[in-house]
C-alpha cells in the first residue's frame, strides 16, 4: 500500500534475521528433529507449519503468488506478481503507488528497472522504496509476510514457551509471543492460532503498548498457492484507534 511498507520498515526489520530462519526445514517432523520440541509453543507452531506447508515446499520449491495491496476504501495501491525461492531467490513485477517496478534478487544482490530505466538513479530508488536496506527491503518485506508462520522456526526467534488462550476477533484462540534478538529492534509480535488445527489467524505487533502503538493485522481465508495455505486476506489495523488502513489480498499465478 502506498506508505505501507515505508511505515512497516522499522517494525519488519527483523525480516532479515527472519529469513535465514525460513532457510531451514519447515514441516513438523523437520521442526521436531531439527530442535526437539520441548514447549507448547513450539508445538503449537510446528502443528501450524504442518498445517500451512504440509510438504515444506517454502524452503525448498519456488512459489508463485500475486500479492494485491488495497486502501481503506478498497482502491489499488500495490499489485505485483512474485516468485519467491530457497536462498534468497526473489523476483517481482508490477506497480507501487503508480511505480512500475520490475525487480530481482539472487542470495545479496539484486537488479532493478523502475519505469522502465535499467539503471534508475537515486530519485527513482526511492520512489521504488529500493533505497532501503541496501536495496533488498521487498524481498525481506514480502519474505516476512509472505513466510508466516514458517518464518518463525528459525533457532534465532524466541518463542514463549506456554501459549495463552485469548479473545480474538469474537474466538477464542491461542497467542503466542515471539521475540526477535535484541540487535534486530525493540518491536514485540503475538500471533494467533485457531485452536482447533492452528491455522495463523492473525497477529500484531507493537513497541511499548500493545493498545497504543504499532498495528494489527486480522486474516481471514486461506488461499492454496503450490501447495502452501496461505491467508487470502490480511486486513491492516492500527493499534491506537482501530482504524482500517488496508487490506492485502494473495492469490496463485497462472505458470506459463
Not at 225 to 254: C, I, K, M, Q, Y
Amino acid at each position: 500500500m502506498v506508505n505501507r511498507p515505508e511505515k512497516m520498515a522499522a517494525a519488519l526489520a527483523c525480516i532479515v534475521a527472519s529469513l535465514s530462519a525460513c532457510q531451514q526445514p519447515a514441516t513438523s517432523e523437520e521442526v521436531d528433529l531439527a530442535g526437539g520440541i520441548q514447549t507448547d509453543g513450539e508445538k503449537l507452531l510446528a502443528r501450524s507449519i504442518a498445517l500451512h506447508d504440509p510438504e515444506g515446499r517454502w524452503t525448498r520449491d519456488e512459489v508463485r503468488l500475486r500479492w494485491s495491496s488495497l486502501g481503506p476504501n478498497g482502491e489499488e495501491r500495490i499489485v505485483f506478481d512474485m516468485t519467491m525461492g530457497p536462498a534468497d531467490r526473489f523476483s517481482m513485477q508490477g506497480s507501487y503507488a503508480g511505480t512500475r517496478i520490475d525487480y530481482r534478487t539472487a542470495g545479496d544482490a539484486w537488479s532493478a528497472e523502475v519505469d522502465g530505466d535499467r539503471e534508475p538513479g537515486p530519485a527513482a530508488l526511492e520512489r521504488a522504496v529500493l533505497d532501503r536496506e541496501d536495496g533488498l527491503f521487498w524481498r525481506n518485506y514480502f519474505g516476512f509476510l509472505g513466510g508466516l508462520p514458517m518464518c518463525l522456526a528459525g533457532a534465532s526467534l524466541e518463542l514463549a514457551p506456554h501459549p495463552a488462550s485469548v479473545s480474538w476477533e469474537g474466538e477464542q484462540v491461542y497467542a503466542l509471543e515471539v521475540r526477535f534478538p535484541a540487535e534486530i529492534g525493540e518491536d514485540l509480535w503475538e500471533f494467533y492460532f485457531a485452536p482447533e488445527d492452528a491455522e495463523l489467524v492473525g497477529c500484531k505487533f507493537w513497541r511499548t503498548d500493545p493498545s497504543s502503538d504499532g498495528e494489527t493485522l486480522v486474516f481471514e481465508g486461506l488461499v492454496e498457492v503450490d501447495g502452501l495455505l496461505f491467508p487470502e486476506s490480511r486486513h491492516w489495523f492500527r493499534n491506537a484507534d482501530g482504524e482500517l488502513l488496508g487490506t492485502d489480498v494473495l492469490a496463485p499465478v497462472e505458470r506459463p
